[in-house]
């Protein structure tokens, strides 16, 4: 189910990854300009920017998000 980020009901959902689940959370309404990584005890993520939103990846330290990147960018097409 969507949760709320920046005042907007934001959907997300979790994929396999290579080392274990990927959520992926779609930012459609979020405009970055160059990607941004996070880090947090356990757990790794990248921001994404994909046309005029932003894409954020997360999951284990030990995940390749490289190969999961570019199919998540080839596949997303922003709708209004």
Do not use: Y
Not at 31 to 37: E, L, R, S, V
């Amino acid at each position: 189910s969507p949760c709320i980020i920046n005042g907007n009901l934001t959907p997300h959902l979790v994929i396999q990854g290579e080392r274990g689940p990927v959520t992926l959370i779609l930012l459609p309404d979020e405009k970055i300009d160059a990607p941004q990584t996070i880090e947090g005890d356990n757990i790794m993520g990248v921001v994404l920017p994909v046309g005029d939103g932003s894409i954020a990846l997360f999951g284990s330290p030990e995940e390749k998000f490289d190969r999961i990147e570019k199919r998540v960018i080839d596949s997303v097409t922003w709708s209004t």
